[in-house]
């Protein structure tokens, strides 16, 4: 065969799988861009040099840039200074270690259902991880009543939706966010837990919920407790922000503590993305707290049956860097301190937003919600007309819930970002 007639050949059966591949896609539909992660690529496409993020939730110093906490680089080069560290798998359900620690970060030290070995902790890809594992679990083993479903507060981080869905579990809203007072419609979720079929899933953020930075006050969660036992619900504790909401990382359990405390059944979700700055090592637990020791091991056999077809046991890096931290009393003070950095920080920012809309800018409508909500984000009660304007007039990057990362705000840009936000409200951007 020439090389002319082979070169002929070579072509047309690219051409002909191209026709079959054209089919076999075909009926594929084209998704839309994550509405979060879509925000990071615009904004680093703008070359506007006044462009402010206020998207992700991610932490960043007041230069505006990613923070790697000096706890992490202390720990970091321990780990790398450890001669007898090995790339070795880790077992299915993850550092021992790290997970006992995670556990006791969360659950408290004395927790009980620690004490009594009736808690099971397994190492997850993060925060979305253990999201997906407790869900896959539950959509496999919880004696539901009904179809499977799934309470979400109204509005969720808008992956709850989609992982929910993955695993064949329907997301249904609770009220939750009161848009007459940009605070929480305790009594429309309250009156939702007694509505619910028995034995029904709620997601509860444990502290600074994800998008409105509306918690709870401890008495309400006393009262939410109260229903759920009544009502045998289960409680799925979506927990990532574990000391952003106040600065202190007991405090910021004490919603998941007192539920323990009380008998309510529940699982959570734990990431140290934000309070460890760990956001690329991907490390996360699932706690599912048991009636009892035998049942745990039970929930713990099947839960390593469903990680290892999965991803089989999880990355080491993140895992030994927290561990570290967690066991070691010293390392573990400056990380304390290096979270009440970042939460202070994010406060001054508040504070110093609020009193540019409320006494310079004379801003219409009222904005103490700014100061009033906690944790890495503020719901701003802006529309999606006004994000839209912020976006493409202004190059302030926020979603178009309203939401804004107030993290991304620094010394520098808050001036323009007020100024920005009065103008849109004002309807002159
Ligand atoms: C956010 O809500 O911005 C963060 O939790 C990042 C993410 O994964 O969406």
């Not at 509405?35 to 680093?44: D, G, N, P, R, V």
């Not at 996360?284 to 048991?290: F, N, Q, S, Y």
Request: charged share 20%.
């Amino acid at each position: 065969m020439t090389a002319r007639v082979q070169q002929i050949l070579n072509h047309m059966s690219t051409n002909e799988m191209n026709g079959v591949e054209a089919e076999l896609w075909k009926g594929v539909p084209l998704a839309p861009p994550d509405s979060i992660f879509k925000l990071t690529a615009a904004f680093k496409a703008d070359t506007f040099k006044d462009k402010v993020n206020l998207g992700v939730g991610a932490y960043r110093d007041d230069n505006g840039k990613p923070w790697v906490l000096p706890v992490v680089r202390k720990a970091e080069l321990i780990l790398l200074n450890d001669p007898a560290l090995d790339h070795e798998y880790l077992p299915i359900t993850g550092l021992p270690e790290y997970t006992a620690g995670a556990a006791k970060l969360i659950l408290g030290t004395t927790s009980p259902a620690i004490i009594e070995g009736r808690a099971v902790s397994v190492q997850t890809i993060s925060g979305t991880g253990a999201n997906h594992l407790g869900a896959l679990f539950l959509s496999r083993f919880y004696k539901w009543n009904c179809a499977p479903r799934v309470y979400l507060s109204n509005p969720t981080w808008a992956n709850h939706q989609a992982i929910f869905k993955n695993v064949g579990i329907e997301p249904v809203n609770y009220p939750y966010y009161d848009p007459k007072t940009i605070g929480l419609d305790f009594t429309g979720l309250i009156n939702a837990l007694h509505v619910a079929p028995v034995r029904s899933v709620f997601l509860l953020h444990a502290c600074a919920h994800n998008p409105t930075g509306v918690d709870p006050t401890r008495e309400q969660w006393g009262e939410i407790a109260k229903v759920m036992l009544e009502k045998k619900h289960y409680v799925f504790f979506d927990c990532a922000y574990q000391g952003f909401a106040s600065g202190d990382l007991d405090n910021d359990a004490w919603a998941v503590r007192h539920f323990v405390e009380k008998g309510v059944p529940l699982l959570v979700c734990q990431s140290f993305a934000k309070n460890a700055g760990l956001y690329g090592e991907r490390v996360g637990a699932l706690h599912v707290v048991c009636a009892n020791k035998e049942t745990a091991e039970r929930a713990r056999s099947q839960l390593s049956v469903l990680q290892r077809s999965e991803i089989s046991n999880p990355p080491t890096y993140g895992a030994r860097l927290v561990a570290l931290i967690l066991t070691n009393e010293k390392l573990f003070e400056e990380w304390k301190r290096d979270i009440r950095t970042m939460a202070t920080r994010i406060i001054s920012m508040r504070k110093e937003l609020h009193r540019l809309l409320t006494e310079e800018l004379k801003t219409p409508g009222t904005w103490d919600h700014i100061i009033n909500q906690i944790g890495m984000f503020s719901f701003t009660g802006l529309g999606e007309e006004a994000c839209k304007k912020l976006i493409e007039k202004a190059h302030i990057y926020l979603t178009n819930n309203g939401r804004i990362s107030m993290a991304g705000l620094n010394s520098r840009n808050i001036r323009y970002v007020g100024e920005s936000l009065d103008r849109a409200v004002r309807g002159e951007l």
